[in-house]
C-alpha cells in the first residue's frame, strides 16, 4: 500500500488560484492512475479529476472541466492538482487517491482507488 500526503490548501478569493500536491510514499506510483475527490460538509464525496498511471489520459468531473488540470511527476512521485478560477462552491476538502491496480486508467469511481490521503482544505470566499 502506497501512503499519501496532500497539501497546498488555504484560504483564497473567488477567482483564485491553487495549486494542490499530493506525495506517494514509493516509486511504484508511476503505475498507478491517480485521481482527486472532494466533500464538503453534509454533502457526499464526489469525483474531482483523475490520471492514467501513464499521464496519457486525464478525465474531469464537468464542474471543473477548463479550470482544474490534474498532472504528475514521476521523479517527485507527486501528483498535482492546478485549479484556476475557484468559485465558492469549489469549497471542500480535497482527497487524493491511488488505484493500486498496476497500469491502471483513469476513473469517475472511488470505489476504484484503494489508497487514500488525509485531505486538505480548500476554502473559497466568494
Known amino acids: 500500500q502506497v501512503e499519501l500526503v496532500e497539501s497546498g490548501g488555504g484560504l483564497v478569493q473567488a477567482g483564485g488560484s491553487l495549486r494542490l500536491s499530493c506525495a506517494a510514499s514509493r516509486h511504484t506510483f508511476r503505475r498507478y492512475a491517480m485521481g482527486w475527490f472532494r466533500q464538503a460538509p453534509g454533502k457526499e464525496r464526489e469525483f474531482v479529476a483523475a490520471i492514467s498511471w501513464s499521464g496519457g489520459t486525464t478525465i474531469y468531473a464537468d464542474s471543473v472541466k477548463g479550470r482544474f488540470t490534474i498532472s504528475r511527476d514521476n521523479a517527485k512521485i507527486t501528483v498535482y492538482l492546478q485549479m484556476n478560477s475557484l468559485k465558492a462552491e469549489d469549497t471542500a476538502v480535497y482527497f487524493c487517491?491511488?488505484?493500486?491496480?498496476?497500469?491502471?486508467?483513469?476513473?469517475?469511481?472511488?470505489?476504484?482507488?484503494?489508497?487514500w490521503g488525509q485531505g486538505t482544505q480548500v476554502t473559497v470566499s466568494s
Open positions: 487517491a491511488a488505484d493500486l491496480r498496476e497500469f491502471s486508467s483513469a476513473s469517475y469511481d472511488g470505489s476504484e482507488y484503494s489508497s
